[in-house]
């Protein structure tokens, strides 16, 4: 299973972007979809997860701020961000959690994809 991460870039503080993740491959079912990032010097940390029956989680420091969303039928997961600060600054990771296929229509084994990796910046 591949990742594709796009959408970041370069905002000034207050600004909004939306980030998106085309998910690519074959595989049986999805358990969880999330955001990470990693700000300059520092471990990579979640922003937000969504559930396999779309309960959602968020970083405190991005709640009410930041959305993650999934489109099943385009087999996409968005971050949109809102009301950014520049400590949003980092390089922003999809993550993908599930079950390759296995035989007939049983579950494979787990899989644990990440995307590239797009750096946004929020300016001050």
């Known amino acids: 299973v591949q990742l594709q991460a796009s959408g970041g870039g370069l905002v000034q503080a207050g600004g909004s972007l939306r980030l998106s993740c085309a998910v690519s491959?074959?595989?049986?079912?999805?358990?969880?979809v999330a955001w990470y990032r990693q700000p300059p010097g520092k471990q990579r940390e979640l922003v937000a997860r969504?559930?396999?029956?779309?309960?959602?989680n968020y970083a405190p420091s991005v709640k009410d701020r930041f959305t993650i969303t999934r489109d099943t039928a385009k087999n996409t997961v968005d971050l949109h961000m809102n009301s950014l600060k520049p400590e949003d600054t980092g390089v922003y990771y999809c993550?993908?959690?599930?079950?390759?296929?296995?035989?007939?229509?049983?579950?494979?084994?787990?899989?644990?994809?990440w995307g590239q990796g797009t750096l946004v910046t929020v300016s001050s």
């Open positions: 491959g074959s595989f049986h079912s999805i358990t969880s």
């Open positions: 993550n993908v959690v599930g079950a390759l296929r296995g035989k007939g229509w049983s579950p494979g084994r787990n899989f644990n994809s």
């Open positions: 969504m559930s396999s029956v779309g309960d959602e």
